[in-house]
């Protein structure tokens, strides 16, 4: 069973999401779905990656700055 939310849009979104809906020939409540999921995909990556990277940190498996900084001049 799905759930079912109401969601305002400001008039700009809702008349983009009509025009789509309307090109696509799909419905609002799809496109919507869809959009949901991919910013749930990229939000939990990018939760994931920043996770990744503190424990890398806290490991002190990262290249400081500074060494980097001096890495990246030398390509000049």
Not at 59 to 75: F, N, S
Request: charged share 30%.
């Amino acid at each position: 069973m799905k759930d079912s939310f109401t969601v305002e849009l400001d008039p700009e979104v809702s008349q983009r999401l009509n025009r789509l809906a309307l090109a696509t020939e799909r419905s609002k409540t799809v496109l919507v779905e869809e959009a949901i999921k991919e910013y749930l995909g990229l939000q939990e990556w990018q939760m994931h990656a920043i996770q990744q990277a503190i424990q890398q940190d806290d490991a002190g498996q990262l290249i400081p700055h500074d060494e980097i900084k001096h890495r990246v001049e030398g390509w000049e």
